[in-house]
C-alpha cells in the first residue's frame, strides 16, 4: 500500500521539479532581440571594443568612463583599436548615443528582453526624445 | 640513477628563470601599445586653483537677470514656478516652494556678508544686487561631510559633484555655510521648461550645485555665468601670477563671504 502513495509522491514532485519545462513546452519562447544598428552606427563599424566584449563589458565600460569624466576630467578615450571617442553617453556627435541614434532598438530592446532597469535615463537625456 | 653536475643544474636553472621572465616582459611591452588611452581634450583650459571675481559695481539687476537664466537653463535647473505639462507629467502633485534649486541667485548684502554689517554702512549696499554661488572653497567643508564622496575637490579647485554617487543623506547642505547646495525633493523633469540636450538632469534624491561649468571649460570655453556677465564676472588661475583674476585681485579691494570661517572661498567680490 506504502509503494503506491510513494510512487504517485515522486511522480508528482517529478513533474512538480520540471514544471518550467513544461511551461516552456506550452509557450512561445522568444529568441534574444539582437540590437538593431541602424543610422550612423551601422555604416561607420567601429565601436570602443569588439562586438562580443561590447555586449558582455559595456557597463564596466560606462563605469570606467564615468569615473573618468566626472573626476579626472579626461574626456577622450583612444581605443585600443585606435579609434577615439568622447567618453559621454549621450551628449555630441562622438558619444554612444551620437552613433547609436535610437535608444529605443539599440538599448531598450535588450534591457526589456533581460528585465534590466538602468536608471541612467533618470538623468541623461535621450536628445531624439526631447521635443 | 641520473647524474647531474652542480654547473649542468646551474646552467638549466639560469636559462628556466630567463624563460619565466620573458613571457611578463613580452607581455608589458606588448600591452603598453595597443591599451586604451584617456586623455583630456585638447582645447580644454586648465588651472592650479579656479576662482571668480564679481565686480559688483558691474552687475545691474538685469546682468544678474541674464546671468541666473544662462546658467539654470543650460544645466537643467527646474524652475519651480513653471507650469507643468499636463499631458507630458500627469499627476504631479502641487509645488512646495521651499524646496527650490538653484546654481547662482541675487542675494542681499546682508544676508551674503553678515560678518561685514555695519550700522553705518554705505547706503548703496542695502540696495545693490548681489551675485552669490558655490565659493569652491579651498578647505570646503561640503567634501569633508560628504561620505560617499560623491562631492569632491578636484585637482583644478573645483568642488564637483558626481551625481551618480550622491545618496541624498544631505550632511553636504548642513556643512556649506553658503546655502550653496540644493537637494532634489522631487523630480525634477516636470520643472524644466526646456531640457537642454547637453547636460543631464538631476534626479529626486541628489544634492545639486554650482560646478564652474566644469564641461565648458573643458571644451575650451567660459562658464555661462562669465559669457552673460558683460564683464562682470572673471573667471581664472589664482594661482598663475599673470592670471586676470590675478591682476584684478591686484587692483581693487575685495572681500570674500564669511572668511572668519576658514573655508577659503574661490569666490571674490570687487567692491
Known amino acids: 500500500m506504502n509503494k503506491s502513495y510513494i510512487i504517485t509522491g515522486l511522480v508528482i514532485f517529478v513533474l512538480a521539479v520540471l514544471s518550467p519545462f513544461w511551461f516552456n513546452m506550452i509557450t512561445d519562447t522568444q529568441a534574444a532581440p539582437e540590437p538593431e544598428l541602424l543610422g550612423k552606427a551601422k555604416t561607420e563599424k567601429k565601436c570602443v571594443l569588439e562586438k562580443y566584449e561590447m555586449r558582455a563589458n559595456h557597463m564596466s565600460l ?19 583599436n585606435g579609434h577615439s571617442f568622447n567618453m559621454s553617453l549621450s551628449t555630441g556627435e562622438n558619444s554612444c548615443l551620437g552613433c547609436h541614434e535610437d535608444k529605443a532598438k539599440f538599448c531598450d530592446s535588450c534591457h526589456t528582453y533581460a528585465s534590466v532597469d538602468p536608471y541612467c535615463w533618470e538623468c541623461h537625456t535621450n536628445p531624439k526624445e526631447i521635443e | 640513477m641520473m647524474k647531474k653536475s652542480r654547473r649542468s ?12 621572465g620573458a613571457a611578463p616582459a613580452m607581455n608589458f611591452a606588448a600591452s603598453d601599445l595597443s591599451g586604451p588611452v ?9 588651472a592650479h586653483r579656479w576662482g571668480m571675481v564679481i565686480d559688483t559695481n558691474k552687475i545691474t539687476d538685469e546682468v544678474v537677470e541674464s546671468i541666473v537664466e544662462a546658467c539654470h537653463k543650460a544645466h537643467n535647473v527646474p524652475d519651480f514656478n513653471h507650469e507643468v505639462n499636463e499631458e507630458k507629467f500627469p499627476n504631479t502633485r502641487p509645488v512646495n516652494h521651499k524646496q527650490e534649486v538653484k546654481w547662482i541667485w541675487e542675494e542681499e548684502f546682508h544676508y551674503a ?43 583644478d579647485g573645483i568642488v564637483l559633484m ?17 546655502g550653496s547646495r540644493n537637494f532634489n525633493f522631487r523630480d525634477p523633469r ?5 531640457t537642454v540636450p547637453d547636460f543631464p538632469t538631476r534626479s ?31 573667471v581664472g588661475d589664482l594661482e598663475d601670477p599673470e592670471s586676470e583674476v590675478r591682476a584684478l585681485l591686484n587692483e581693487h579691494y575685495t572681500i570674500r563671504r564669511k572668511q572668519s570661517l576658514g573655508t577659503e572661498p574661490s569666490v571674490y567680490y570687487v567692491m
Open chain 2, 38 to 46: 584617456k586623455s583630456r581634450n585638447e582645447d580644454g583650459l586648465s
Open chain 1, 62 to 80: 560606462l563605469d570606467e568612463w564615468r569615473d573618468s569624466v566626472v573626476r579626472n576630467a579626461d574626456r577622450q578615450y583612444k581605443a585600443a
Open chain 2, 204 to 234: 529626486k534624491g541628489v544634492v545639486e550645485k554650482c560646478n564652474l561649468c566644469a564641461e565648458r571649460l573643458a571644451k575650451g570655453e567660459q562658464p555661462h555665468c562669465v559669457e552673460a556677465s558683460e564683464g562682470a564676472i572673471v
Open chain 2, 9 to 20: 643544474f646551474l646552467k638549466v636553472a639560469g636559462i628556466a628563470a630567463v624563460g619565466l
Open chain 2, 162 to 178: 558626481d551625481y551618480h554617487r550622491c545618496i541624498g543623506c544631505r550632511f553636504c547642505m548642513a556643512a556649506c555655510p553658503y
Open chain 2, 113 to 155: 556678508f553678515p560678518d561685514k554689517e555695519d550700522e553705518f554702512l554705505a547706503e548703496k549696499f542695502h540696495d545693490l544686487p548681489f551675485l552669490v554661488t558655490c565659493n569652491h572653497c579651498k578647505n570646503a567643508p561640503c567634501v569633508k561631510a560628504c561620505p560617499t564622496q560623491a562631492t569632491f575637490k578636484r585637482e
Open chain 2, 190 to 194: 516636470p520643472f524644466i521648461e526646456e
